[in-house]
Protein backbone atom coordinates (compact mmCIF):
# COMPACT_ATOMS: atom_id res chain seq x y z
CA UNK A 1 0.00 0.00 0.00
CA UNK A 2 1.13 3.47 -0.91
CA UNK A 3 1.99 6.20 1.65
CA UNK A 4 -0.41 8.36 -0.05
CA UNK A 5 -3.08 6.24 0.02
CA UNK A 6 -3.00 5.29 3.35
CA UNK A 7 -2.88 8.86 4.27
CA UNK A 8 -6.36 9.44 2.44
CA UNK A 9 -7.87 6.38 3.70
CA UNK A 10 -6.94 7.41 7.29
CA UNK A 11 -8.05 11.45 6.92
CA UNK A 12 -11.56 10.02 5.53
CA UNK A 13 -11.73 7.50 8.70
CA UNK A 14 -10.97 10.61 10.87
CA UNK A 15 -13.38 13.22 9.58
CA UNK A 16 -16.07 10.74 9.76
CA UNK A 17 -15.24 9.81 13.69
CA UNK A 18 -17.87 10.19 15.86
CA UNK A 19 -15.87 10.75 19.19
CA UNK A 20 -13.04 10.93 21.16
CA UNK A 21 -12.90 7.34 21.53
CA UNK A 22 -13.03 6.48 17.87
CA UNK A 23 -10.13 9.04 17.24
CA UNK A 24 -7.95 6.61 19.97
CA UNK A 25 -8.65 3.70 18.20
CA UNK A 26 -7.77 5.35 14.94
CA UNK A 27 -4.71 6.50 15.86
CA UNK A 28 -3.68 2.87 16.71
CA UNK A 29 -4.54 1.33 13.82
CA UNK A 30 -2.42 3.67 11.88
CA UNK A 31 0.69 5.24 14.15
CA UNK A 32 0.41 2.50 16.95
CA UNK A 33 3.14 -0.20 17.44
CA UNK A 34 1.61 -2.38 15.21
CA UNK A 35 0.06 0.18 12.99
CA UNK A 36 -0.35 0.33 9.40
CA UNK A 37 2.10 3.24 8.65
CA UNK A 38 4.23 1.72 11.60
CA UNK A 39 4.55 -1.36 9.35
CA UNK A 40 5.54 0.76 6.38
CA UNK A 41 7.72 2.54 8.19
CA UNK A 42 9.66 -1.32 9.16
CA UNK A 43 9.85 -2.58 5.36
CA UNK A 44 11.59 0.88 4.20
CA UNK A 45 15.22 -1.49 4.96
CA UNK A 46 13.52 -4.01 2.21
CA UNK A 47 13.28 -0.88 -0.16
CA UNK A 48 16.34 -0.47 -2.82
CA UNK A 49 18.34 2.50 -1.96
CA UNK A 50 17.72 4.61 -4.39
CA UNK A 51 13.71 4.65 -3.94
CA UNK A 52 14.41 4.60 0.03
CA UNK A 53 14.87 8.58 0.59
CA UNK A 54 11.63 9.55 -1.33
CA UNK A 55 9.39 6.87 -0.09
CA UNK A 56 10.61 7.80 3.79
CA UNK A 57 9.86 10.97 2.94
CA UNK A 58 6.04 10.47 1.65
CA UNK A 59 5.91 8.17 5.04
CA UNK A 60 6.86 11.11 6.99
CA UNK A 61 4.11 13.19 5.12
CA UNK A 62 1.73 11.02 5.66
CA UNK A 63 2.58 10.60 9.15
CA UNK A 64 2.44 14.48 9.80
CA UNK A 65 -0.79 14.47 8.06
CA UNK A 66 -2.58 11.94 10.15
CA UNK A 67 -1.31 13.20 13.36
CA UNK A 68 -2.71 16.89 12.53
CA UNK A 69 -6.03 15.95 11.67
CA UNK A 70 -6.37 13.77 14.56
CA UNK A 71 -5.60 17.18 16.59
CA UNK A 72 -7.86 18.85 14.94
CA UNK A 73 -10.80 16.43 15.17
CA UNK A 74 -10.29 16.06 19.06
CA UNK A 75 -10.22 20.30 19.52
CA UNK A 76 -13.47 19.84 17.51
CA UNK A 77 -15.01 17.14 19.80
CA UNK A 78 -13.70 18.77 23.05
CA UNK A 79 -14.78 21.96 22.07
CA UNK A 80 -17.95 20.57 21.47
CA UNK A 81 -18.07 18.92 24.74
CA UNK A 82 -18.01 22.34 26.37
CA UNK A 83 -21.37 23.37 25.08
CA UNK A 84 -23.21 20.45 25.94
CA UNK A 85 -26.21 20.94 28.40
CA UNK A 86 -25.54 19.76 32.05
CA UNK A 87 -27.88 17.18 33.21
CA UNK A 88 -28.70 18.09 36.94
CA UNK A 89 -30.80 15.34 37.85
CA UNK A 90 -27.70 13.08 37.30
CA UNK A 91 -26.34 11.81 41.13
CA UNK A 92 -23.14 13.62 42.30
CA UNK A 93 -20.32 11.18 42.10
CA UNK A 94 -19.17 10.41 45.99
CA UNK A 95 -15.87 10.88 47.17
CA UNK A 96 -14.11 8.49 49.45
CA UNK A 97 -12.10 8.70 51.89
CA UNK A 98 -9.37 6.50 53.87
CA UNK A 99 -9.71 5.57 57.58
CA UNK A 100 -7.89 4.04 60.72
CA UNK A 101 -7.36 0.16 59.81
CA UNK A 102 -9.37 -1.23 62.50
CA UNK A 103 -6.22 -3.00 64.29
CA UNK A 104 -4.62 0.22 64.21
CA UNK A 105 -7.80 1.79 66.07
CA UNK A 106 -8.12 -0.91 68.86
CA UNK A 107 -4.34 -0.24 69.24
CA UNK A 108 -5.10 3.63 69.70
CA UNK A 109 -7.85 3.02 72.16
CA UNK A 110 -5.81 0.30 74.18
CA UNK A 111 -2.65 2.43 74.45
CA UNK A 112 -4.94 5.47 75.42
CA UNK A 113 -6.51 3.60 77.88
CA UNK A 114 -2.94 2.82 79.71
CA UNK A 115 -1.41 6.35 79.41
CA UNK A 116 -4.27 7.71 81.37
CA UNK A 117 -3.45 5.25 84.35
CA UNK A 118 -0.35 6.68 83.87
CA UNK A 119 1.87 4.55 81.64
CA UNK A 120 4.09 5.67 78.93
CA UNK A 121 5.07 3.95 75.20
CA UNK A 122 8.20 2.43 74.57
CA UNK A 123 8.51 0.88 71.00
CA UNK A 124 11.39 -1.82 70.14
CA UNK A 125 13.11 -4.22 67.21
CA UNK A 126 11.37 -6.47 65.26
CA UNK A 127 14.85 -8.28 65.13
CA UNK A 128 15.97 -9.38 67.86
CA UNK A 129 19.01 -11.45 69.64
CA UNK A 130 17.93 -14.86 72.03
CA UNK A 131 19.46 -13.15 74.58
CA UNK A 132 16.82 -10.45 74.62
CA UNK A 133 14.29 -12.67 73.12
CA UNK A 134 14.58 -15.59 75.36
CA UNK A 135 17.59 -16.15 77.98
CA UNK A 136 16.77 -12.21 79.79
CA UNK A 137 13.74 -13.33 80.18
CA UNK A 138 14.12 -16.84 81.82
CA UNK A 139 13.16 -19.44 79.09
CA UNK A 140 15.54 -22.29 79.57
CA UNK A 141 17.39 -23.62 76.78
CA UNK A 142 15.37 -26.40 76.00
CA UNK A 143 11.55 -24.68 75.96
CA UNK A 144 9.93 -25.26 72.58
CA UNK A 145 9.67 -21.87 71.63
CA UNK A 146 13.19 -21.64 70.80
CA UNK A 147 12.81 -23.93 68.03
CA UNK A 148 13.23 -23.34 64.32
CA UNK A 149 9.33 -25.00 64.39
CA UNK A 150 8.25 -22.43 66.29
CA UNK A 151 10.59 -18.94 65.96
CA UNK A 152 11.53 -17.27 62.77
CA UNK A 153 15.67 -17.41 63.14
CA UNK A 154 17.76 -15.65 60.36
CA UNK A 155 20.94 -16.66 58.98
CA UNK A 156 22.89 -14.28 61.58
CA UNK A 157 21.78 -15.73 63.99
CA UNK A 158 19.49 -13.14 65.17
CA UNK A 159 15.37 -13.71 64.66
CA UNK A 160 11.99 -12.29 64.15
CA UNK A 161 10.68 -11.53 68.19
CA UNK A 162 8.12 -13.47 69.41
CA UNK A 163 6.64 -11.46 71.70
CA UNK A 164 7.18 -7.34 72.98
CA UNK A 165 8.94 -8.61 75.61
CA UNK A 166 12.39 -7.74 74.84
CA UNK A 167 11.15 -4.15 74.93
CA UNK A 168 10.69 -4.97 78.96
CA UNK A 169 13.98 -5.95 79.07
CA UNK A 170 15.77 -2.70 77.04
CA UNK A 171 13.78 0.02 79.21
CA UNK A 172 15.05 -1.89 82.58
CA UNK A 173 18.15 -1.60 81.61
CA UNK A 174 18.20 1.79 80.40
CA UNK A 175 18.40 3.67 84.11
CA UNK A 176 16.70 3.29 87.00
CA UNK A 177 13.36 2.88 88.49
CA UNK A 178 10.13 3.23 88.44
CA UNK A 179 9.37 2.07 85.10
CA UNK A 180 5.68 1.94 83.69
CA UNK A 181 5.50 0.84 80.13
CA UNK A 182 3.36 -0.88 77.56
CA UNK A 183 4.79 -1.81 74.42
CA UNK A 184 2.52 -2.11 71.62
CA UNK A 185 4.38 -3.84 68.18
CA UNK A 186 4.53 -6.36 65.28
CA UNK A 187 5.65 -10.03 66.62
CA UNK A 188 6.23 -13.38 64.51
CA UNK A 189 6.02 -17.10 65.01
CA UNK A 190 6.09 -20.29 63.10
CA UNK A 191 2.10 -20.70 62.85
CA UNK A 192 -0.43 -21.56 60.65
CA UNK A 193 -2.28 -19.01 58.78
CA UNK A 194 -6.31 -19.73 59.73
CA UNK A 195 -8.85 -18.70 60.89
CA UNK A 196 -7.25 -18.19 64.90
CA UNK A 197 -3.87 -18.03 63.48
CA UNK A 198 -1.52 -15.53 61.83
CA UNK A 199 2.81 -15.86 61.43
CA UNK A 200 2.40 -12.34 62.03
CA UNK A 201 -0.02 -10.49 65.04
CA UNK A 202 0.22 -8.04 67.39
CA UNK A 203 0.65 -7.65 70.82
CA UNK A 204 0.41 -5.09 74.06
CA UNK A 205 2.69 -5.74 77.15
CA UNK A 206 2.82 -4.15 80.38
CA UNK A 207 5.48 -3.76 82.67
CA UNK A 208 5.41 -1.71 85.88
CA UNK A 209 8.64 -2.02 88.34
CA UNK A 210 9.17 -0.29 91.69
CA UNK A 211 9.27 -0.69 95.25
CA UNK A 212 6.77 -2.71 97.28
CA UNK A 213 4.91 -3.61 94.04
CA UNK A 214 2.38 -6.71 94.66
CA UNK A 215 -0.16 -8.64 93.14
CA UNK A 216 -2.85 -7.14 93.96
CA UNK A 217 -1.99 -3.79 92.11
CA UNK A 218 -1.60 -5.78 88.86
CA UNK A 219 -4.80 -7.44 89.68
CA UNK A 220 -6.44 -3.45 90.25
CA UNK A 221 -4.83 -2.41 87.11
CA UNK A 222 -6.20 -5.18 84.95
CA UNK A 223 -9.51 -4.48 86.47
CA UNK A 224 -9.53 -1.11 86.01
CA UNK A 225 -8.75 -1.36 82.02
CA UNK A 226 -11.00 -4.18 81.64
CA UNK A 227 -13.80 -1.87 82.90
CA UNK A 228 -12.64 1.24 81.17
CA UNK A 229 -12.05 -0.54 77.49
CA UNK A 230 -15.01 -3.60 77.75
CA UNK A 231 -17.12 -1.29 79.86
CA UNK A 232 -17.98 -0.50 83.45
CA UNK A 233 -20.43 -3.75 84.13
CA UNK A 234 -17.15 -5.83 82.89
CA UNK A 235 -16.18 -8.31 85.67
CA UNK A 236 -13.19 -10.01 85.98
CA UNK A 237 -11.01 -13.25 87.10
CA UNK A 238 -7.90 -14.47 87.88
CA UNK A 239 -6.89 -18.20 87.37
CA UNK A 240 -3.27 -19.52 87.61
CA UNK A 241 -1.01 -19.80 84.64
CA UNK A 242 2.59 -20.35 84.17
CA UNK A 243 5.27 -18.04 81.96
CA UNK A 244 8.94 -18.60 82.25
CA UNK A 245 9.07 -14.24 83.32
CA UNK A 246 6.44 -14.63 85.88
CA UNK A 247 6.16 -15.81 89.61
CA UNK A 248 3.23 -15.91 90.22
CA UNK A 249 1.51 -15.96 87.12
CA UNK A 250 -2.11 -15.88 86.19
CA UNK A 251 -4.35 -15.29 83.09
CA UNK A 252 -6.70 -12.76 83.36
CA UNK A 253 -10.62 -13.41 82.08
CA UNK A 254 -13.42 -10.73 81.36
CA UNK A 255 -16.91 -11.79 81.85
CA UNK A 256 -18.30 -12.12 77.81
CA UNK A 257 -18.96 -8.51 76.48
CA UNK A 258 -21.11 -10.10 74.37
CA UNK A 259 -23.10 -12.05 76.73
CA UNK A 260 -22.42 -10.10 79.89
CA UNK A 261 -21.87 -14.03 81.56
CA UNK A 262 -25.13 -15.61 80.31
CA UNK A 263 -22.68 -18.01 78.15
CA UNK A 264 -23.00 -17.80 74.18
CA UNK A 265 -20.88 -19.27 71.14
CA UNK A 266 -17.79 -16.22 71.72
CA UNK A 267 -17.52 -17.18 74.87
CA UNK A 268 -18.45 -21.00 74.13
CA UNK A 269 -21.31 -20.84 76.82
CA UNK A 270 -18.52 -19.94 80.12
CA UNK A 271 -19.78 -16.95 80.38
CA UNK A 272 -15.83 -16.31 80.48
CA UNK A 273 -13.35 -14.72 77.57
CA UNK A 274 -9.39 -15.25 78.29
CA UNK A 275 -7.62 -12.01 77.19
CA UNK A 276 -4.26 -11.87 78.41
CA UNK A 277 -1.62 -13.21 80.74
CA UNK A 278 0.36 -11.70 83.17
CA UNK A 279 2.49 -11.78 86.93
CA UNK A 280 4.87 -10.94 89.03
CA UNK A 281 8.24 -10.08 86.89
CA UNK A 282 10.60 -12.92 87.79
CA UNK A 283 12.89 -12.40 90.37
CA UNK A 284 16.10 -13.96 88.52
CA UNK A 285 15.39 -11.29 85.71
CA UNK A 286 14.90 -8.50 88.59
CA UNK A 287 18.48 -9.42 90.26
CA UNK A 288 20.04 -9.87 86.24
CA UNK A 289 19.07 -6.18 85.64
CA UNK A 290 20.45 -5.47 89.16
CA UNK A 291 16.85 -4.88 90.40
CA UNK A 292 17.71 -6.64 93.59
CA UNK A 293 15.27 -4.34 96.17
CA UNK A 294 12.35 -3.98 93.75
CA UNK A 295 9.33 -5.58 92.39
CA UNK A 296 6.91 -5.80 89.53
CA UNK A 297 4.78 -7.02 87.20
CA UNK A 298 4.42 -7.44 83.25
CA UNK A 299 1.36 -8.34 81.41
CA UNK A 300 0.86 -9.19 78.10
CA UNK A 301 -2.21 -9.48 75.11
CA UNK A 302 -2.91 -10.14 72.05
CA UNK A 303 -4.15 -7.05 70.03
CA UNK A 304 -6.07 -9.11 67.19
CA UNK A 305 -7.69 -11.10 70.28
CA UNK A 306 -9.00 -8.27 71.51
CA UNK A 307 -9.98 -7.03 68.49
CA UNK A 308 -12.16 -9.36 67.52
CA UNK A 309 -13.62 -9.63 71.12
CA UNK A 310 -14.53 -5.89 70.63
CA UNK A 311 -15.61 -5.86 66.71
CA UNK A 312 -17.12 -9.38 67.06
CA UNK A 313 -15.25 -11.13 64.08
CA UNK A 314 -14.49 -14.71 63.83
CA UNK A 315 -11.68 -14.88 61.34
CA UNK A 316 -8.02 -13.68 62.06
CA UNK A 317 -7.55 -13.16 58.32
CA UNK A 318 -9.85 -10.60 57.72
CA UNK A 319 -7.07 -8.21 59.55
CA UNK A 320 -4.51 -8.52 56.38
CA UNK A 321 -6.85 -8.96 53.53
CA UNK A 322 -6.78 -5.63 52.55
CA UNK A 323 -10.96 -6.56 51.49
CA UNK A 324 -12.48 -2.88 51.07
CA UNK A 325 -15.86 -3.63 52.27
CA UNK A 326 -14.29 -5.49 55.61
CA UNK A 327 -12.60 -2.00 55.91
CA UNK A 328 -15.77 0.26 55.51
CA UNK A 329 -17.82 -2.23 57.45
CA UNK A 330 -15.11 -1.87 60.51
CA UNK A 331 -14.03 1.97 59.83
Known amino acids: MKPKSVRDKALEEIFSAKDIDELESLRIKYLGRKGILTLLFKQLREIPQNKRKEIGKSLNDAKDSIISAIENRKTEFIGRRAFEPIDLSLPGRKSFSGSIHPLTRIENELVDTFIGMGFSVAYGYEVETEYYNFDALNTPPDHP ?102 EPSTEMQVSC ?31 NMELDGYSGYAFGMGLERIAMLTLGISDIRLFYENEVQFLEEYR
Open 145 to 246: SRDIQDTFYLEDGRLLRTHTSPVQIRVMESGGPPFRIISPGRTYRVDAYDASHSPVFHQVEGLYVDKDVRMSDLFGTLDLFAKKFFGEKTITKFVPSYFPFT
Open 257 to 287: PFCRGKGCSVCKYTGWVEILGAGIVHRKILT
